[in-house]
């Protein structure tokens, strides 16, 4: 039962053209969303996160767009640059109700983007 | 800082044998969990270890178990290791407390044959 689903394996894009990277998911507990990044040979790397309070969040290049009634979220790259290239994977969580530790994270199967220069 | 460190990079073991993987999470931070990566895969929850005890787990079974240390540290063991337990084990750090993300490891590639 994958509750969290990215149905592409792989995303090629035109250096300086927008990347787009979606992620949809089953269980409607979840309400903390990120998107990480793994390079080969490197553990995944943070790169940003969504309350469901929010339907947008922006950092520089990256937004993550999330949409709750259709539980499907989006990250965008504009531009591409070739340096992102990675597997990217989306991750969902259930949040704290109490002070403790946090809770586990549940990754999709990830999506390999390859930027061309 | 050295971020979160693990060890062996890789690991070659057979059917049957027992392995250890270790962890040393991010500077400050207290809380460690384990994934495990198949290939093709996202990562897998295992177990989350605070306070050096387990506070969550995965859908593995017992043959998958852990520990942390006072230093914040933490190992996995598995035991009887079966050919479908080849896969990346990557662990994580975290702050308690904290909706944050967590930072993780390069992982420890494990081969059974």
């Known amino acids: 039962d994958q509750q969290v689903k990215q149905n592409s394996p792989s995303l090629s894009v035109q250096e300086g053209r927008i990347s787009i990277l979606n992620c949809d998911y089953t269980n409607s507990m979840f309400d903390y969303f990120l998107w990480y990044k793994k390079y080969p040979a490197e553990g995944p790397t943070f790169l940003i996160s969504i309350s469901s309070i929010k339907d947008k969040n922006e950092d520089g290049r990256f937004t993550v767009f999330l949409n709750k009634s259709a539980k499907h979220l989006s990250l965008h790259i504009v531009p591409s640059q070739p340096g992102d290239s990675a597997v990217y994977f989306c991750a969902a969580r259930i949040s704290l109700i109490s002070s403790g530790s946090a809770r586990q994270l549940t990754f999709g199967s990830g999506t390999q983007l390859t930027v061309l220069p | 800082d050295a971020g979160v460190t693990q060890s062996p990079t890789h690991l070659i073991k057979t059917r049957g044998q027992q392995v250890t993987l270790r962890c040393s999470p991010k500077?400050?931070?207290?809380?460690v969990s384990w994934y495990q990566q198949a290939l093709g895969q996202g990562p897998q929850f295992i177990f989350q270890y605070y306070e050096e005890e387990e506070r969550q787990r995965g859908n593995f079974p017992d043959r998958f178990s852990g520990h942390q240390f006072p230093n914040y540290s933490s190992e996995l063991n598995v035991n009887a290791l079966l050919l479908g337990d080849s896969a990346l084990y990557l662990c994580?750090?975290?702050?308690?407390?904290?909706?944050?993300?967590?930072?993780f490891g390069p992982g420890t590639r494990l081969l059974v044959l």
């Open positions: 994580a750090s975290s702050l308690a407390g904290r909706v944050e993300t967590q930072y």
């Open positions: 500077s400050g931070h207290d809380t």
